[in-house]
């Protein structure tokens, strides 16, 4: 009934200057991770794969809010917990669409996923230059 409700303007590349994750956008209704990496921006969910609770990004780590699963910046799990433990979160995140439209703003269309294995896929990021 809404299709704008699946697409989220998160701004223009330069609203993520540093390499590394964001997570002004993590919480509901949005529930993204915005992560600059390698010359590319790419969108993942913020909603852990473990127990499906809230993830954030603290101390330049995305980790969830329940069990303290960590993730790279690709939304793969590390296997351990800053204290130590094993993680309980053992499936990657997945990354949504994202498109630079014609005046330059980044938009996330969240009705189209990439699980891993599609990441490098054609509207799964975009190229960012310039920053660093």
Known sequence: ??????????????????????????????????????????????????????????????VCTAHDSPFDNQGVPKAKTKEGDETPAKDPLDRFAISRNAEGRLIVDKSKRFPKGKWEEAGSFVKVEGQA
């Open 1 to 62: 009934k809404d299709a704008d409700a699946a697409t989220v303007d998160i701004g223009t590349a330069a609203d993520f200057p540093k390499n590394g994750p964001y997570d002004k956008f993590s919480k509901k209704p949005n529930s993204l991770i915005i992560v600059r990496d390698g010359g590319k921006l790419y969108a993942m969910t913020a909603v852990c794969t473990h127990k499906k609770k809230q993830l954030k990004v603290e101390e330049n780590e995305i």
